[in-house]
């Protein structure tokens, strides 16, 4: 059942020249219908091929009743069909040269029944023929960068940004529609739900991903592994490239019972997978939480020299929470050198320790955010110092403007992350901040412990990166 | 330099008939005209006597140039002035009788310098004359019942919601200015900030929220406790009549120094304080975030009787991760009766487990409304059900009326809480049903982990109320 290495590209799946749609083309309700709408709305610049056995004419375009009817290559196809028709159909999909097939109906192998054994069907055709599957039970693809999506329920993003982060799963959770995406401006490479592996399945999306030029950092959610040193392999691959954070589900006996019952597939042992993500020089994610927010700070910025963390806060007592945080994430406070506590005394004789305590220097400032620049700035030059988590309060509209002003002007080493928690009272004043931060490259967080921690993920991958070297 | 038992009543601190306050009246920039201010926006029911030396008016008010030119009594006094000043006016505040006096001004004892000596001589005053001090460097407290405030910045909120939550810290981090609290409907009935606690300190502020009727939960954060036998006693009275959560900073030796550095006040032992905080039955919070969000489970549910939770997803991936969660806070999973089986399973053969995966029924429902709340409800009936945690996916403004109706139309069983997990694409969707489910007393979450957390909390709780009794 393992599929050959010479097969393990998955081009086709992200960035097809041509797809074929199977599915009820009825307008609004078809979940063919619905496909090929959320292909329009992302600008999908492939061919599409809407098929249904009655033909006719959807959004403009021609109907086939069947594949064959089409005279030019099709590169992919995605299945939104009943269960016992899936297998005739992909059948009829190697036939016409389709390389890669999405399955997103459901009903399955996860469901028991005569799921299993159209599942099987699928397997035996694959084998066969060589197509490739990902799916059944999925909500596949989602390619940004050419608005290739097999989603057949609406999404209402306008915009997504096109950048760095590659998030993979095992369950429909991972879509678009269950995130903010766009509103705070999480940056998406690729997306990918493998659903029930009848074929693809996580280390071909791996050895893709580690291959995948646009992908910064994979985020990928796994219940179980189908070939361990496969898994290694391709996890290896991809570590030497770029960071890869694991979200392990079923650690807990009650957890690993839940998995079986919903993906039918069978739990390892937890001591093993914990083993194998730390040998391949994975990162292991404790939650969600984690998996949505963590790979920010490896989108777009450096991988810091070591774990020295400065913490600059606007209160005292948060600071302390956040220095334990800090400190369960694997990160030391930096100490500052002679240079740095003479620079930041010279700004204020309260300065020098670190976490710095903003507060009692901005309510003084003339221009506070001037102050601010020069202390983040003396922070990351000092040489004692790999990374620095920053906290900014956001409280009205007006000061938008000047945050931006404040770290456009940085002048940064450029080896040294930086993460921002913002902080205030009006929603739309926090999202409007996160998105102009994001946009300019710049992590930010709603919540200073997961800035911190985000940090602690980047400086256990430079302690990978640099015991592999 | 302990106080006196009988002196233990804060009523004057978040109750009082009239106040006078110390600070620059300057408009627009003068910190007691700011605090004057704040008071009008939250509409502070008692008098306001400004004070300041030239005399002068603000807002329509007179200014008098010392306290004892005021005829009327003074019950509590706000103080933001510069440290030199500031224990000649609590003597004055002591002469005039006023009861309570809240120190908001910095450069203190967490300054060093001259700040020791001035924070001394207030200490000096308070055991002579038997006035009490909030702070000095605190933003001191808010009464949302009376608009009582004594924070001197700008505060945007409109309306804060009325219900059950005391927030206390050690910090001004636990300020209204740093969350949307309106926005996001944080159920608050106090709040108050103890700063550097030269006289009114954690075990005081316990007692007060003991006997307090509108606080029904207490989040308390503290970096030290001035006398321990006395911190029990008082932490004892809270948890027998309501839950009291702590998030105790400094666990690290990273941590325990940076606090020295910004309080002044000396870290005990980590091993003592957590064997302290579980032999009183109080809580232990790890995160400023569960400070924040676990006590909305306690602000207006009731206590379940025990921890088998029911966990209801549209994914079955993600209930899985949620599981693992439930299991690391002490929840196991429900294993649903016979009749709660049979229940399920007419509406779907897919369903019966725990957790349950609406997925496949939803997909397939005439009225996904209507088969949700009949499976809520199923569920929350089943004996062998303690509490249960609800995600529901919130994608477009159009569907908040139809969720409503369905919290509204369920029947529960009063002993069990619930919490609710909402996700979505677009931001004031999401935040426009929180607050929507928020003002039915419905404990809403942006986070799935945090919904099953809090109810972690809230099974721990009904152990140690079990346990007591």
Chains 1, 2 share one sequence.
Request: with cysteine; proline share 6%.
């Amino acid at each position: 059942m393992k599929s050959q290495d010479n097969r393990s590209d998955l081009t086709p799946f992200f960035e097809p020249a041509s797809v074929a749609v199977f599915g009820s083309l009825k307008e609004g309700l078809g979940l063919g219908y619905g496909v090929i709408k959320s292909m329009r709305h992302f600008g999908y610049s492939g061919r599409i091929y809407p098929i249904y056995p009655s033909g006719g004419e959807v959004m403009g375009m021609k109907a086939f009743s069947r594949i064959s009817e089409v005279t030019e290559p099709i590169e992919a196809a995605i299945v939104i069909t009943p269960p016992p028709t899936v297998p005739g159909i992909v059948e009829q999909c190697a036939r016409k040269g389709v390389k890669a097939v999405i399955v997103v109906s459901e009903n399955f192998a996860e469901a028991g029944g005569d799921g299993v054994k159209y599942q099987q069907q699928l397997v035996d055709i694959v084998r066969r023929t060589g197509i490739r599957i990902i799916g059944p039970n999925t909500i596949g693809v989602f390619n940004p960068a050419n608005g290739f999506i097999t989603n057949p329920y609406l999404i209402i993003h306008e915009k997504i940004r096109k950048e760095g982060i590659a998030y993979c799963s095992q369950t429909g959770y991972v879509g678009l529609a269950v995130k903010p995406m766009e509103e705070l401006a999480y940056p998406v490479s690729k997306m990918c739900d493998i659903g029930n592996k009848c074929d693809v399945d996580e280390s071909d999306v791996l050895n893709y991903l580690a291959d995948d030029p646009e992908t910064k950092v994979v985020a990928m959610h796994i219940e179980n592994v189908k070939d361990g040193r496969r898994f290694m392999d391709a996890a290896r691959k991809v570590v030497a490239r770029k960071p890869l954070l694991i979200l392990k589900a079923g650690k807990s006996e009650a957890g690993a019972e839940a998995m079986t019952s919903h993906t039918a597939s069978l739990a390892g042992n937890e001591q093993v997978y914990d083993a194998v993500i730390k040998q391949v020089g994975a990162l292991r994610l404790s939650s969600w939480e984690e998996y949505w927010e963590v790979p920010r700070v490896f989108a777009c910025q450096p991988v810091p020299r070591g774990n020295r963390i400065a913490i600059i806060t606007g209160a005292g007592g948060l600071g302390v929470v956040v220095v334990d945080v800090a400190v369960e994430s694997g990160l030391t406070m930096a100490n500052f050198s002679d240079v740095t506590v003479k620079r930041l005394k010279k700004l204020s004789p309260r300065l020098g320790g670190n976490p710095v305590d903003l507060g009692p220097v901005l309510s003084v400032a003339e221009d506070p955010f001037l102050v601010q620049r020069e202390i983040i700035e003396a922070v990351l030059e000092d040489e004692n110092v790999d990374c620095a988590a920053v906290s900014v309060y956001v409280g009205f509209d007006a000061l938008i403007p000047h945050i931006i002003q404040m770290f456009d002007g940085l002048k940064r080493h450029k080896s040294k992350p930086m993460t921002i928690w913002i902080y205030g009272m009006k929603l739309h004043v926090l999202d409007e901040m996160l998105r102009q931060l994001e946009m300019r490259s710049l992590p930010t967080y709603l919540d200073f412990e997961l800035a911190v921690k985000a940090l602690g993920f980047a400086a256990r991958y430079s302690r990978v990166k640099s015991n592999g070297e």
